[in-house]
């Protein structure tokens, strides 16, 4: 069974910073592309940023110079780096990955449980 399990959400002030998660746990043969999503009440889910598996990244216009994704492909987690955060960042993140479980099999994207990020003075 595969897993993604998020952390470091939380409450920050206006013009903080934090740093989200995710690992890919479980029995798996490979991980290809991982990203972040967000989804503010009312609203769609939303793509946030995401990471190729070589590096290559692409971000939200919303979020671009503020926010950082990174992976550690030995450790199959990738990391959002959020900066000078604004209150309407305020949204429940969720994590996104295309994994194989096995050679034979074809990618499929799982989601992790999603990590509540508020920006409130």
């Known amino acids: 069974q595969v897993q993604l399990v998020e952390s470091g959400g939380g409450l920050v002030q206006p013009g903080g910073s934090l740093r989200l998660s995710c690992a890919a746990s479980?029995?798996?043969?490979?991980?290809?592309?991982m990203g972040w999503y967000r989804q503010a009440p009312g609203k769609q889910r939303e793509l946030v940023a995401a990471?190729?598996?070589?590096?290559?990244?692409n971000y939200a216009d919303s979020v671009k110079g503020r926010f950082t994704i990174s992976r550690d492909n030995t450790k199959n987690t990738v990391y959002l780096q959020m900066n000078s955060l604004k209150p309407e960042d305020t949204a429940v993140y969720y994590c996104?990955?295309?994994?194989?479980?096995?050679?034979?099999?074809?990618?499929?994207?799982?989601w992790g449980q999603g990590t509540q990020v508020t920006v409130s003075s």
């Open positions: 990471s190729s598996r070589l590096g290559s990244a």
């Open positions: 996104n990955a295309d994994i194989r479980r096995t050679a034979s099999m074809t990618w499929r994207g799982y």
């Open positions: 479980g029995t798996f043969f490979s991980v290809n592309a």
